[in-house]
Nanobody, 123 residues
Framework: VQLQASGGGLVQAGGFLRVSCAAS????????MGWFRQAPGKEREFVAA????????YYADSLKGRFTISRDNAKNTVYLQMDSLKPEDTAVYYC?????????????????WGQGTQVTVSS
């Protein structure tokens, strides 16, 4: 599985951004997808995940209501819509694929990772 994240950039606080992750190499509907982020000097943290069909979604508690994960299996793409952005959302955002049987929010359960896309929120 190859994952290519895109859509990051610089945005002002209160703004919005949508990042995308295009997958290839294996049937996209066969694995769950997740987004994680890592800020400088901090550990990688879970952001959101979505099941194979898109019927189940999971979010970090602190991000519920501002971030929305979705997927388009026909386009082999997963999205992360980020609204009401805050400077503390600044990080590199990574998409990842989980080929396991169960949906997970734990980064070690993910098998493949994209290269990351930088999101910077200015105050």
């Amino acid at each position: 599985v190859q994952l290519q994240a895109s859509g990051g950039g610089l945005v002002q606080a209160g703004g919005f951004l949508r990042v995308s992750c295009a997958a290839s190499g294996r049937a996209f509907s066969g694995y769950a997808m997740g987004w994680f982020r890592q800020a400088p000097g901090k550990e990688r943290e879970f952001v959101a995940a979505i099941s194979r069909s898109g019927g189940r979604t999971y979010y970090a508690d602190s991000l519920k209501g501002r971030f929305t994960i979705s997927r388009d299996n026909a386009k082999n793409t997963v999205y992360l819509q980020m609204d009401s952005l805050k400077p503390e959302d600044t990080a590199v955002y990574y998409c990842a694929a989980d080929l396991g049987l169960y949906d997970s929010t734990y980064f070690r359960d993910y098998d493949y990772w994209g290269q990351g896309t930088q999101v910077t929120v200015s105050s």
